[in-house]
Each structure stands twice: as structure tokens, then as C-alpha cells.
């Protein structure tokens, strides 16, 4: 297998990605630490607790790209510890069944087990036909919308599955804007990652991979833009800053937020 992923036809990406995180599932985790040097807890931990769900009663929630649950169980912690909040749900949707299973691993070891509060559902970000429109308050992408093959029509089907004055909200990898940092990063990202991925997870192929989806990944403003194409309102709705997206680490990582109208 080659995931050199300029030669690989559009079509194929979808079951390419399937491929990469079939075989990194059980690693997931440990490497997300180990190659972010646990800095991928830090953002989601400030993107869930910006987004403050539960402030205004419990919230309809769906996390798309959901993986191992990372977003969902803070949202329902945020909820829980912050406004005794029990009764906020979040489906987890994950193209992938392996890392659903590993989510639901883990989740039984927490109080939402065996709750209405928590489940776990294997669909495509593409085309969520079983999810009825207008259904959810919230909608989170983290570190999965680089994967998908149609941004657009990621944006579309969250769009219509958002109730009117819902909320998007995206964490991805972005582009950093200053020159030396970025230069650093680049040795990290294309010499450091794709050796850890060999030497922890036996896997260089798919960590390359991984490295390489987030240079195409399109800027800050394309992306706010395309969000904006798909019909939300991007200014002023961010803690009431404005603005469409927030740069974390220079922008390392980024936090995109809209509003369904
Ligand atoms: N959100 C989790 C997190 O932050 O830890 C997981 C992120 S992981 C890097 C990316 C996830 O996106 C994988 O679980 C993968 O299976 C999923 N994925 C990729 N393409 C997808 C698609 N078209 N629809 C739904 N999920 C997809």
C-alpha cells in the first residue's frame, strides 16, 4: 500500500481513509498524545468549553468524525460539571466502525454508559440521510473534515441537520502565519511524525498520510468562506468577538464556528 495520496483518484479517498484509521484504531489514542505532545487535549479543551453547552439548557448535540469520543464526553462533562446538566445528548458519528468501537470502550467505563445521553452511530459526513433535518442545537467536526472528500457537502448536511440558530463548529489543523514557526513545524510534522507513527504504531504510511491531508487543508479565510457558502452566518457569533474562526498555537490548529439562519 502507498498512501503518496497525489496519486490516489478522488474516488478512492473515501475508502483510503477508511484504511488509515482501521489501522491506526487501537493506537489512536496513544499516538494523538504522542505526536501532539498532549496538546490535542488542550484545544478540545478549550473548543468544548467555549462553546459553553449547557448554559442555555441541555442541548441536542451531534459529533461528527467523532472517532473515539474525545469531543463527546466533553461536552457532556462540560454540561455536567457546569450546569448539572444530565440531560444534554451527543450521537457520535464516525465513518469508521473501528474507532466507534473503541469510543464505546470507552464510554463504558464512564456514568453516561447505558444512558440516553450517549450514542454511537456509523454514517458518512457526506450524506447523514438517516439524521433528520433540522434536529440539532450543536454540531462539532474535530480533526476530521480534512478527511472527507466534499467539504461542501460536509457543510451542506451539517447545515440541514442543524436547527435554525444552531451552531457549527470546527476544530482543525490550519495554516501558520508566522514564518519561523512554521518552518518548525514543517521539520516536526514531515520528519518527527511519520518516525514516531513507525516506531508506535508500526504505521508510517497513514501517519504520512495524515501530515499530508493537513498541508491541502485549505487557509483560514477559504474555509471561512466555504462555510459562509454553505449558508451560516460567520461574524460576530464567537463569545460575541466576531469573526469566523479563532487561531490556536498560531494557528497550528483552528477553532471555525457559524450560526444556521
Ligand atoms: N474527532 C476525533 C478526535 O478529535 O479525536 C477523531 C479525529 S480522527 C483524526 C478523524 C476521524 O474522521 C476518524 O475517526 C475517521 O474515521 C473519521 N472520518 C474520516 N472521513 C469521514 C467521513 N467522510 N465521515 C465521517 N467520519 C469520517
Same mark, same amino acid.
Request: charged residues 25%; glycine residues 8%.
Given at each position: 500500500?502507498?498512501?503518496?495520496?497525489?496519486?490516489?483518484?478522488?474516488?478512492?479517498?473515501?475508502?483510503?481513509?477508511?484504511?488509515?484509521?482501521?489501522?491506526?484504531?487501537?493506537?489512536?489514542?496513544?499516538?494523538?498524545?504522542?505526536?501532539?505532545?498532549?496538546?490535542?487535549?488542550?484545544?478540545?479543551?478549550?473548543?468544548?468549553?467555549?462553546?459553553?453547552?449547557?448554559?442555555?439548557?441541555?442541548?441536542?448535540?451531534?459529533?461528527?468524525?467523532?472517532?473515539?469520543?474525545?469531543?463527546?464526553?466533553?461536552?457532556?462533562?462540560?454540561?455536567?460539571?457546569?450546569?448539572?446538566?444530565?440531560?444534554?445528548?451527543?450521537?457520535?458519528?464516525?465513518?469508521?466502525?473501528?474507532?466507534?468501537?473503541?469510543?464505546?470502550?470507552?464510554?463504558?467505563?464512564?456514568?453516561?454508559?447505558?444512558?440516553?445521553?450517549?450514542?454511537?452511530?456509523?454514517?458518512?459526513?457526506?450524506?447523514?440521510?438517516?439524521?433528520?433535518? +433540522?434536529?440539532?442545537?450543536?454540531?462539532?467536526?474535530?480533526?476530521? *473534515? #480534512?478527511?472527507?472528500? !466534499?467539504? /461542501? %457537502?460536509?457543510? =451542506?448536511?451539517?447545515?440541514?441537520?442543524?436547527?435554525?440558530?444552531?451552531?457549527?463548529?470546527?476544530?482543525?489543523?490550519?495554516?501558520?502565519?508566522?514564518?519561523?514557526?512554521?518552518?518548525?513545524?514543517?521539520?516536526?510534522?514531515?520528519?518527527?511524525?511519520?518516525?514516531?507513527?513507525?516506531?508506535?504504531?508500526? +504505521?508510517?504510511?497513514?501517519?504520512?498520510?495524515?501530515?499530508?491531508? *493537513? #498541508?491541502?487543508?485549505? !487557509?483560514? /479565510? %477559504?474555509?471561512? =468562506?466555504?462555510?459562509?457558502?454553505?449558508?451560516?452566518?460567520?461574524?460576530?457569533?464567537?463569545?460575541?468577538?466576531?469573526?469566523?474562526?479563532?487561531?490556536?498555537?498560531?494557528?497550528?490548529?483552528?477553532?471555525?464556528?457559524?450560526?444556521?439562519?
Amino acid at each position: 500500500t502507498h498512501f503518496g495520496f497525489k496519486t490516489v483518484p478522488e474516488e478512492s479517498k473515501e475508502s483510503l481513509v477508511k484504511n488509515v484509521f482501521n489501522s491506526v484504531a487501537s493506537s489512536y489514542d496513544v499516538m494523538n498524545d504522542a505526536m501532539s505532545m498532549g496538546v490535542h487535549r488542550l484545544w478540545k479543551d478549550d473548543f468544548v468549553s467555549s462553546l459553553k453547552p449547557g448554559r442555555k439548557g441541555p442541548m441536542k448535540c451531534i459529533d461528527l468524525a467523532g472517532g473515539t469520543g474525545d469531543v463527546a464526553l466533553r461536552i457532556l462533562d462540560h454540561a455536567r460539571e457546569n450546569y448539572a446538566d444530565r440531560e444534554t445528548t451527543v450521537d457520535v458519528v464516525d465513518i469508521n466502525a473501528e474507532m466507534l468501537k473503541e469510543g464505546y470502550k470507552r464510554f463504558k467505563k464512564t456514568m453516561y454508559h447505558n444512558t440516553p445521553q450517549i450514542a454511537f452511530i456509523e454514517s458518512n459526513a457526506q450524506a447523514l440521510e438517516q439524521f433528520p433535518s +433540522d434536529t440539532y442545537d450543536l454540531y462539532t467536526i474535530a480533526f476530521g *473534515i #480534512r478527511n472527507c472528500t !466534499s467539504i /461542501p %457537502d460536509v457543510l =451542506k448536511e451539517a447545515y440541514r441537520v442543524l436547527k435554525p440558530g444552531g451552531t457549527f463548529a470546527c476544530l482543525e489543523f490550519s495554516k501558520v502565519n508566522n514564518p519561523l514557526l512554521n518552518m518548525l513545524y514543517d521539520q516536526y510534522s514531515f520528519s518527527v511524525i511519520p518516525i514516531m507513527g513507525t516506531i508506535l504504531a508500526g +504505521d508510517r504510511e497513514s501517519y504520512q498520510y495524515l501530515v499530508e491531508s *493537513i #498541508r491541502r487543508f485549505p !487557509s483560514q /479565510p %477559504d474555509f471561512a =468562506k466555504m462555510i459562509q457558502d454553505a449558508g451560516f452566518a460567520t461574524g460576530g457569533n464567537f463569545e460575541g468577538k466576531g469573526g469566523a474562526w479563532r487561531d490556536l498555537w498560531g494557528g497550528i490548529a483552528c477553532i471555525h464556528t457559524g450560526v444556521k439562519v
